[in-house]
């Protein structure tokens, strides 16, 4: 297959010749000498080196994120976790509440840089995690939409995206390179059949949280929490997608718990797995809904003892809020459990 050529319209789909658009971009770039180059190959390793100091901050937290990704296949589970410690080293706020690892390392050892290469480390302290759609592909090039800031970039290909093809969607980071800019091999692909539930699933967790922010800023700050999200699928999507199936009273119980989990403590993870649940539940007893108070109550109750010690409320207290009896909820736990 041809490759891309100075003349050839640019593949991100501006129109334009590629000599004039994402090219430009790329010669743009002042080029490093031999010095910043060897501080660009090391950045890495010295950030990863400086985070070790913050590893008892660091450490149960990262552990909580990656907890949950306990079953998936073991590849799938690395994946994932590499990208959670890059997102808590560039996007986590830790240090002193704001900064994070990255740019507290950029504040302390910026000025043992050169100026050009101080310049380049402010586009790494841009660095946000992204939604991206394979819009064209060849061998050695590809474009690429962001979904959320609405611009296409072509890009080289390394060997980390040789094998992406044009409709794939990932999710991961790209990373400002001396040359322009190159796809993290931390990106990770979402399956075709996923793609649409785990975009149904992120809206509806952004139309649950409070904070009113764009959709990059939202993305950015709640990254652990769109993970546990597509690791849920990847592990449960069949059940997740039969949602749609679920009966009217099936689907009140869903919308009742929903309305009255408290989200300032219930991470959406946590609720996906009830609705997990409470899929198999119904598909495999078909229960008479009578009361979907009582089953939401017992979902809510099951949440609860699912993570001891973290939000968790008696069956008494259920049983108040949901306006059933102590008994009710422990019998209709006992179902589903
Ligand atoms: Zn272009």
Same mark, same amino acid.
């Given at each position: 297959? /041809?490759?891309? #050529?100075?003349?050839?319209?640019? %593949? ?17 770039? !002042?080029?490093?000498?031999?010095? @910043? ?5 090391? %950045? &890495? ?14 450490? =149960? ?10 079953? %998936? =296949? ?32 950029? *504040?302390?050892?910026? +000025? ?44 080289? $290909?390394?060997?980390?995206? /040789?094998?992406?093809?044009?409709? @794939? ?21 979402? !399956?075709? #059949? ?11 967790? *952004? ?20 993970? @546990?999200?597509?690791? &849920? ?15 009217? +009273?099936?689907?009140?119980? &869903?919308?009742?718990?929903?309305? $009255? ?11 996906? $797995?009830? #609705? ?14 009578? #009361? !979907?108070?009582?089953?939401? /109550? ?20 259920? +049983?108040?809020?949901?306006?059933? +009896? ?12």
């Amino acid at each position: 297959m /041809a490759t891309l #050529k100075r003349n050839d319209p640019c %593949l991100c789909g501006s129109g334009k010749k590629y000599k004039k658009c994402c090219l430009v971009k790329l010669q743009a770039k !002042p080029r490093f000498d031999e010095k @910043d180059q060897l501080a660009f190959n090391e %950045l &890495l390793p010295r950030v990863f080196d400086y985070s070790k100091k913050f590893d008892q901050q660091l450490q =149960p937290v990262y552990e909580r994120y990656v907890q949950s990704l306990e079953r %998936l =296949p073991k590849a799938d589970a690395q994946a994932f976790s590499q990208l959670i410690f890059h997102w808590m080293l560039f996007n986590y706020p830790m240090v002193d509440g704001n900064e994070t690892i990255l740019s507290d390392y950029v *504040k302390k050892q910026g +000025s043992s840089y050169s100026e050009k290469f101080q310049q380049f480390l402010q586009e790494w302290l841009a660095l946000e995690p992204k939604l991206f759609h394979v819009t064209s592909s060849d061998d050695k090039n590809m474009a690429i939409y962001d979904v959320f800031q609405e611009t296409s970039l072509t890009l080289e $290909k390394t060997p980390a995206s /040789a094998n992406l093809t044009e409709g @794939d969607r990932l999710i991961g980071y790209l990373y400002p390179t001396p040359t322009g800019h190159s796809l993290g091999n931390d990106a990770i692909g979402i !399956p075709q #059949k996923l793609e649409q539930s785990f975009l149904t699933h992120l809206n509806e967790m *952004k139309s649950l949280s409070e904070t009113k922010t764009n959709e990059q800023e939202w993305f950015t700050s709640h990254f652990h929490e769109a993970l @546990d999200v597509l690791s &849920l699928l990847t592990i449960s999507g069949k059940e997740l997608q039969a949602e749609e199936r679920l009966n009217d +009273s099936s689907k009140q119980v &869903l919308n009742l718990l929903k309305e $009255k989990l408290d989200w300032s403590v219930f991470t959406f993870d946590r609720f996906l $797995k009830a #609705k997990v649940t409470w899929i198999a539940y119904t598909k495999e007893h078909s229960p008479r809904i009578q #009361k !979907p108070e009582a089953f939401s /109550a017992a979902l809510e109750y099951w949440i609860g003892k699912q993570t001891e010690g973290s939000g968790g409320l008696s069956q008494k207290t259920v +049983s108040e809020k949901y306006s059933v +009896s102590p008994g009710t909820v422990s019998s209709k736990y006992k179902s589903i459990r």
